[in-house]
């Protein structure tokens, strides 16, 4: 029971400390976004709705048991199912990171883009830290409908793209999941800086060895 109660206080002091670094270099703004960290014994922390990033107080975070019933702390988020279907399908992840961070959510919306996978594989850390991003279609905020979408693309990829949304990325981590979520809005901001040029992307032979040595 003190290891869990320690895992606990040190999980709720990093979610605080990840949300505010995160709202202090621009990767969210006003109360957008949500984080949350899964315990070893199931139970989830997460960030409370309409909460500020910058601004957490870790004695308030929502808490869910493993079920995903909320159990305590603060009203939780309307996107908690977003964060409760990938620990569904990642077994292996500890931490989940949502945000509306702007140049994700610009790749979002342009239409014509490969919803199976939609930045290309710009850089070797690109690839080793999301890999895959597929496209959600859009629903509205809180919409359950989005849960089964978000499901299904889970089983594949630990980074997804909400359209018109935001990204929802999955880590074994927190500082696994916030690093992925920060690559991949920096790889959207440099795939919309390069659309008029003619781009040298990875190979998939290059791309393909990476992955290997992520295994």
């Known amino acids: 029971m003190t290891e869990i109660l320690s895992e606990e206080t040190r999980l ?13 270099r621009c990767y969210t703004h006003g109360s957008t976004g949500n984080i949350s960290a899964r315990l070893s014994n199931g139970e989830i922390l997460m960030t409370p709705t309409d909460a500020s990033l910058g601004n957490l107080e870790g004695s308030t975070l929502s ?20 964060h409760q279907c990938m620990y569904c399908e990642r077994i292996e992840a500890s931490a989940v990171v949502h945000l509306h961070s702007t140049n994700a959510v610009a790749v979002s919306v342009i239409d014509g883009l490969d919803p199976e996978d939609l930045l290309p594989p710009l850089t070797a850390y690109y690839v080793m830290r999301v890999g895959k991003l597929p496209l959600a279609p859009y629903f509205p905020p809180g919409d359950l409908a989005l849960a089964e979408a978000v499901r299904e693309r889970a089983k594949s990829s630990a980074a997804i793209l ?3 949304h935001g990204p929802v990325v999955a880590g ?42 992520k295994n």
């Open 12 to 24: 709720r002091d990093e979610i605080v400390s990840i949300g505010r670094s995160l709202f202090d």
């Open 63 to 82: 808490k869910f048991s493993a079920d995903g019933v909320h159990i305590g702390g603060a009203k939780p988020t309307k996107e908690a199912f977003l």
């Open 162 to 164: 909400l359209a018109n």
């Open 172 to 213: 074994k981590t927190l500082r696994d999941a916030q690093h992925a979520t920060e690559e991949l809005e920096e790889t959207a901001k440099l795939f919309l800086m390069l659309r008029s040029e003619k781009i040298r992307p990875l190979t998939p032979m290059q791309r393909n060895n990476l992955l290997q040595r």
